[in-house]
């Protein structure tokens, strides 16, 4: 049960020829792929293509009714592996992940696909997680193209052009048998639009009318196979693509009256450049422009004659690439030179080498690219000091007075969270024993490594967190402590960090988060997903409930693991004397504690229909949540540095000696009972209750109810007249 | 508003969770049934909660015979022309990063706040100032529509989206309809309480979000006449004080007299007298203020009888029951979280007894096992009963090794400040006594790092007030070690 539910908008899906379909382009890529006669889909999760992972999801029964297999895969080498089908039958297949990091995860099985080449069309649509809104370091996908021959689709990111280069790039790949990268950047995932939609074609081969199995020993990454395959991508392939993209116009050419200056760019860029052009009154809000431009919707490879052609006839052209290395205007200044075109080639010279290229940086870069050309002949509306001042009409003194004022706003955990009793408690426990070195890892708990909980020191990837704590466990004053997320472990986590480490004899401690879901990419179901009725523990109770299906345990104790505890986050005084006895134990080998707790917006997803269903059927219902007294409350906000929850807040201080804001809770709490655990595990203060809110009482409750309500009533009159005689 | 030659462009700053995304699908829709194209994007980022999302959309009438436009997807400097955040501080920060120009952009924003996590986890105040923002937002805006759409939203139990289509449209900054984003909500479970937040949001945006100008409650405190006994003897007595000491004496007097007895507030009152003979600034008196609201709320320590007393005030119920929004008659259950430990039994006790009680380790072994964690249910009769037998403990309050220990305290900090001998060092050392607070551990902490600046201050006679603030805020970061430059005695132990 993903964060985000596609059950409407996958109904577009089954659009056919001629009808309009708006919606987001990862929508409108799943739309190209069922009209391409996609056979088999999958990936892996993580942001900006979660939420294409999502609409497959969603999108089972159109699937099912083509004949499209998917797989939500255990990994992105998985995904990757499974393009295997391509190699010896002509199915087109389509896996996607996030970039870099799942093309490095899946490089082994790329880079063995791009050698054995293909037969059927395989595409992996990579979300290219680069500039701002990015989660990962940042890196270029380009750079795994090149060194593997895969060719990397970067088209205009408008529905149109987005849906047409899909059909476009699984029949480059048939004609180069060559795999493909289709590059969609942030904003191009989420960009929204229409086109006119085709029927859906079903695949030729599936469960029903199966391949004839065929063996091609030369596919094979043997040797001698291995060198012929090396000869062959430069001998027979990358010609071969060559030609596709040149016969089918794949990169576009937009003329302009300028026809001695011209523009090169990634499809993926075009529309900063018209925006940057229009602003500069050189081109139209349509597109038509005075300046000519070379749109590379092929980022790789590079077409030789096309270049030729459009930078014979140029004295200047401008090249614009997102990212560092500068790997297409090395590409482009060989090409040229190679042939002798004397065009003086700009780029990273005037355009910075790191970051996105945003509409502030083209304005300023084809601004600084006309002046630096010396074309008085192209008249501009803006100038370049114009531009420059563009960037912020903010006086100096006022930004600075601004940004000492403004909040960061890390992603933190949400409201309920249950990592953050697990953080709590860590960090409690790291008040008695001394500072700790973490091994982090990749998942809603990276968000530990900030404030309020300033725990971790290093990130590796995605279930590396013990991996990585295993050249640091010799050096350090206590056992080496790693923490990874349930996604991680099942993802890399269980092979390269816990059957490693046991086999090394790793007398440190792996606290793995079972949230039951992979909850920082949206919510994805995992293996370790139970039944929701009986999802693992969370405020419910205290004590574990899980023991009849595959989990985490088992696969550790299959592995080897010989010491594993499971305790519910949320008891945050087990949790501390369970990781104090693995930090201090005398077993030898891996301890492994697995804390468990349902993802807190699942959760909300799954539980509140039912209480709604319960409260308007009449059924008794208790709801709890938080208070804090602001006559008690000292304003000293110890519980928000011991958990960072949204809900826990600060308000005016009610008291006219007191300055300082109390702690507030509001009205978001979900009553996760954090706060008062805390309380008591911390010794914070006497401000925290738990308010519990009955509805459709019982006669008993009312009964008990009104006694209650009675005597107190008396003494509240009682003590209302006392008052009045001690205070004027 | 709308340019011959070109697109709206719209960028949307809000949190994550707040509903940015469902509001920027009513834009589409809005745009889409007014027959324009409309182009959105957005960095929604993961699924956690917290952090800054930002949306950008463009807008652009069609034509029937010309082809879709090419729009941007980045919101750029020089080039917005409807910013909208939904909180103050991201108005705030879309200033900062240059997208409000002041020849182009109309700034619309709910100005409530949502504090970030540093500005939380603070020991004292880190909240931001507020005011600063509103102040560049009239500055920096072509125009600036700001109100409470919080408050709005609350009140009429919906989302801030709502509210903010409501400022969108009343802002006239986009050429569709109001009944065209009207018609969008009309529909779904939440429809009556999104039109109802949006109506009010659009008349408040239309009239340039000023709305009605109520001029800040800012009338100068006066003192009340006396309604009984205790008031004819006391409000003579403040009145003859300083002005600007009226108020604080007032609340001060009121405490102590509530939290022990008269005798008890005449004690402050006379060493409020010897600060005001002491201060400099005969003017305001700021010495004798400052110094006395942090000694009034010293002496008024939180020790066990206190915080049973607080705890059953006449009007916390109520008070509890329109926090929790608990409806008229619905039973509601309040389930404490205190954790008594030894430090806090022993204070409690006479003072040879309460030193006792914690050098003897059997005693303390023997009586840990009654205290520890415990969650009381205070709406329960029995609860009451006790907690109420405990705030009348407070009775004997001034033989209790707690009330010792903290009056030792109290009187070195005070006379510290009454002996210094500049007006800048006093209000340096007055200002310590905020330094007083929580329970616990906290506790200790802050009252052991201000005695340790006492001692510092002791032991080096050159120091100056802006060092004693610089150890003050050095003082209050919680997670560091504390240690001011010279050698300390040794510090208090925890009452």
Redesign the interface.
Known sequence: MA?RSFTEEVKKLRAGEGEVFKGEGILAITKALLQSGVSYVGGYQG?PI?HLMDVLNDAQDILGDLGVHFEANGSEATAAAMLSASINYPLRGAVTWKSTVGTNVASDALSNLASSGVTGGAMVIVGEDYG??S?IMQERSYAFAMKAQMWLLDPR??LPSIVDMVGKGFELSEASNTPIFYMMR???C????EFIARDNVAPEYHSQAPVTPNREPEKIILPPFVYQQEREKIAERLPAAIRFIEEHALNEIFPGRYDSVGIITCGGS???V??AL??QGLA????ETDIPIYCLNVAYPLIPNELVQFCASKEQVLVLEEGQPEYIEQGIQTVLRRQDVQTRVYGKDIMPMAGEY???VM?EGITRFISEASREDIPLKLSLEVVLG?????SDE??S???A???????????GCPERPLFSAIKQLQEEMGPFHISSDIG?HS?AT???F?LGNTIMGYGLSLASSSGMRHALPHKAISIMGDGGFWHNGLTSGVTSAVFNEHDGLLIVIDNGYS?????QDIPSLVEPNLIATTLDSSQPKRDSWQTIEDACRGAGVKWIRTVSTYNI?AMKETLRSALTTDAPGLKVVVAEGECM?NRQRRVKPLIRQAVSEGRRV?RA?F?I?P??C?????C??LS?C?S???RENPD??????VSYVD?SCVGCGV??TN????????S????????N?TAW??M??A??VR??EW??VR??KR?????? | MSRNDGTINMVIAALGGEGGGVLTNWLIMAAEQSGWWCQSTSLAGVAQRTGATIYYLEFMPRQSDMPPPVMSLFPAQGDIDIAVASEIAEAGRMISRGFISPDKSVLIASDHRVFGITEKSATGDGSVDRDLILEMGERYGRAFIHFDMSEIVQRHGTVISAALLGAIAGSGALPFEQSCFRDLLSSGGSAGANLSAFDESFRQAQSGGVGEYVPPDIKAFSLPVASNALGERWLPRIADLPAGLQEMAYHSVNRLIDYQDEAYAEEWLSRVSALIDRDLDRESCSLAHEAGRHLALWMAFEDIPRVAQLKVRPDRESMIRSEVKAAAGQPVKVAEFFHPRIEEVAALLPVSWGSALLKSQTAKRWLSRLLGPRTLRTDRVSMQVLLRGLASVRRFRRSTFGYAHERKMIDRWYDAVLSADEHDMAMAIAALGGMVKGYGETRYRTTSRLMQILDYVEHSPDSDSSAITALQIAAMEPESNFEPGRAVSSSPEPA
């Open positions: 964060e942001s979660s701002e809104g989660s990111p408008n942030i904003r191009g989420h960009v929204t639009g075009y529309n900063t018209i925006r229009q602003r139209d809000v349509y597109g945003t509409g502030q304005l563009t960037e912020t009409p903010v006022d930004i007075r601004l940004m004022e403004l909040p960061p706003r890390p992603a933190g955990l949400c409201t809603c968000f900030a404030a309020p300033n909850a920082a990419t949206g919510g005084a917006l208790e949540r208070y007294d006559e008690t000292t304003g000293d906000h110890g928000i540095r960072g949204p826990l807040t600060i006219p000696l007191r300055s300082d804001p009205n706060c008062g309380a008591h595990s911390a010794v914070l203060c006497p925290f209750s738990r308010v519990e809110l009955v509805d009482p409750d009312r008990l109810n006694t209650r005597v107190r003494w509240r003590d209302r008052m009045a005689k001690r205070q004027f």
